[in-house]
């Protein structure tokens, strides 16, 4: 509804026209919704999917924010229209965003391992039905108590959470020669037709199970743990977690929280390829079939990033009404769009050729101030696959978010300031480093959510030749 100044009223949000596209978890629409957004009058549609939120009012105030100063930036025979694609995520609360969030309002980073009670209620949104399950995962979080028993407990709520099991289809261990010498940890086994992370193709035969979940879960939270401290989010640095397995293992459910978030990371990433390509894709499809005129500008932050570019696999062959896609801090590979894998030249990345169905650049910003994406996403990655991994960096696990489109020949890669003085490419990928402006936000996420820039809102209206 509009208060006849274009300005959004009842919604939180200060431009307009707006609506809200909301998607289920297995990609249906909200009919209401989907017909809100047709009846916008606009010639360019923005069209913006969050990534890591719990709920509506979160998502809207990330909109709000974002989308404040484009009226200010387009040309004069442009009328945009704005979209927020809601979809279920989750965010847990302890997590800040730069100038989002009123000071006091989150638990401190490092203070404890118990949930919170908003990250608690967000939790039992994202698993519903499983509150029995939550409350003794909170409860374990909480009391940490030093028992290797107590971790085994957790690491089995954790996949009834998830609804994995942890031995493959002919019922053997999970056993190979990536497990750690003198652990006992059960190890994926390695080979061509191996889950190797995100967005990489898999032989059709793979169990889809990440060896996060069959791994001993002391030695996950014993990893996770480390990295924890290296992104600075755990007092007393680095050296807190150095401590043998045989030892006290206090320090170990801050591994074990961690583990928890990367659960709900294994559900996104699964859900926001569905979301985007038979949700978000279809309706957009639907949308130019009767409009055939109405450029679109997609627009997806983290997981909502994927959400954006898996709809590009529902735009009908030699259909030009996607005139940009740009992507913030995308939490999926960095080798999607290649047509070839560095390290599997028989395979490609699960969006190839897909940026060929914008009729505009598809502009993937990075910033290296993103320790979501630099430490905790490559993390994931090689847990969710190789477990040898494990033991060592291996660039395959990269987030195009934290260095930009890879594998992929003839790729511009530009600071921002030269897009923003020179413009971006008419069409193809293109890599843009935010680092400039996306560099704020505390542990353990660093400038994963330092987004709300109008740097960035310029860069989306020159990728898609909206500006004076």
Not at 5 to 31: H, K, M, N
Not at 88 to 114: C, K, N, Q, V, Y
Request: aromatic share 6%; proline share 8%.
């Amino acid at each position: 509804m509009s208060d006849g100044t274009g300005r959004s009223v009842g919604i939180g949000i200060g431009v307009g026209p707006y609506a809200e596209l909301t998607f289920d978890a297995d990609g249906d629409v909200d009919r209401s919704t989907r017909d809100a957004v047709a009846a916008l009058e606009a010639t360019d549609l923005l069209v913006f999917a969050h990534g890591w939120n719990s709920d509506r009012s979160t998502s809207t105030r990330l909109f709000d924010r974002f989308y404040a100063p484009f009226p200010g930036l387009v040309g004069a025979g442009v009328r945009l229209g704005y979209v927020g694609v809601v979809w279920p995520s989750i965010r847990f609360s302890d997590e800040p965003i730069p100038d989002f969030d009123p000071p006091g309002a989150l638990a401190e980073p490092g203070h404890g391992t118990a949930l919170d009670p908003a990250t608690l209620r967000a939790l039992g949104e994202f698993w519903p039905g499983r509150v029995a399950e939550l409350d003794r995962v909170a409860e374990l979080l909480e009391d940490r108590p030093d028992s290797a028993a107590a971790f085994t407990e957790f690491g089995a709520l954790v996949r009834e959470l998830v609804g994995v099991d942890t031995v493959d289809p002919a019922g053997t261990a999970l056993v190979g020669p990536g497990a750690p010498a003198g652990t006992g940890v059960p190890a994926l086994p390695v080979g061509p037709d191996v889950p190797m992370g995100p967005d990489i193709p898999v032989g059709p035969d793979v169990p889809d199970v990440p060896a996060i979940f069959t791994l001993d879960v002391l030695e996950v939270c014993r990893v996770l743990t480390g990295a924890l401290a290296d992104a600075g989010a755990l007092p007393g640095g680095a050296a807190e977690p150095a401590l043998s397995l045989g030892g006290g293992l206090h320090a170990l459910w801050n591994g074990a929280k961690e583990l928890l978030r990367q659960a709900t990371y294994y559900q996104m990433k699964k859900r926001a390829g569905t979301v985007g390509e038979h949700g978000l894709g279809p309706v957009l499809a639907e949308l130019a079939a009767h409009r055939p005129a109405l450029r679109v500008h997609l627009i997806g932050h983290s997981f909502g990033a994927r959400v954006v570019s898996f709809a590009l696999r529902a735009v009908p062959d030699g259909a030009r009404y996607v005139k940009s896609v740009t992507l913030l801090q995308g939490a999926f590979s960095h080798y999607a769009f290649a047509d070839r894998l560095p390290h599997d030249k028989g395979s490609g990345g699960a969006l190839r050729g897909m940026q060929r169905k914008a009729d505009g650049p598809v502009v993937a910003c990075h910033s290296p101030y993103d320790a979501a994406l630099g430490v905790f996403y490559p993390l994931a990655s090689r847990m969710a696959g190789d477990s040898a991994g494990l033991l060592g960096f291996d660039e395959r696990w990269g987030a195009i978010g934290h260095d930009g489109v890879q594998a992929l020949p003839g790729t511009p890669r530009l600071t921002l300031d030269a897009a923003l003085r020179s413009g971006v490419p008419a069409a193809g990928c293109v890599s843009v480093d935010a680092g400039s402006v996306v560099r704020r936000g505390g542990p353990p996420s660093g400038a994963h959510s330092d987004i709300c820039h109008e740097e960035l809102a310029r860069l989306v209206v020159a990728a898609g030749r909206m500006g004076r």
